[in-house]
């Protein structure tokens, strides 16, 4: 990591909100795309990536176009990867826990992994 995304990732976390609190909590290691990352435990895992300048989370089932965050509240399937060998999940609303391996997912994903 070069410095100008160093600070891109300090930038983009909330630090001060005169509401909420985002004192974020242990943090933890988790890999995406084999990569090893940091996070905060109990934050969503598309914002961990987010703040870790991960913009795409997946491609699109048809057309395979790159797609991220969208309604960020588990409504949409915009945010689905592959999280700890499963396909689907929604990680906007997934927690981040340490040793988690995310990855990309294409399409529909792998659905035989869930039965
Ligand atoms: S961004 Fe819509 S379900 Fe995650």
Redesign the pocket.
């Known amino acids: 990591m070069d410095v100008s995304e160093v600070i891109i990732v300090s930038e983009i976390r909330i630090g001060d909100h005169p509401i909420l609190d985002f004192s974020g909590g242990k943090e933890v290691t988790f890999t995406f795309e084999g990569e090893e990352l940091t996070g905060y435990e109990g934050e969503p895992i ?1 914002a961990a990536l987010h703040a870790a300048g991960v913009r795409i989370l997946r491609y699109s089932n048809e057309l395979g176009r790159p797609r991220g ?11 689905m990867m592959r999280v700890d060998g499963e396909s689907n999940v ?4 997934e927690p981040l826990r340490e040793g988690m391996h995310v990855e990309r997912q294409e399409g529909k994903g792998d659905l035989s992994a869930r039965m």
Do not use: D, M
């Open positions: 598309a965050f969208f309604c960020a509240i588990g409504n949409c399937s915009e945010c929604r990680t906007c609303i």
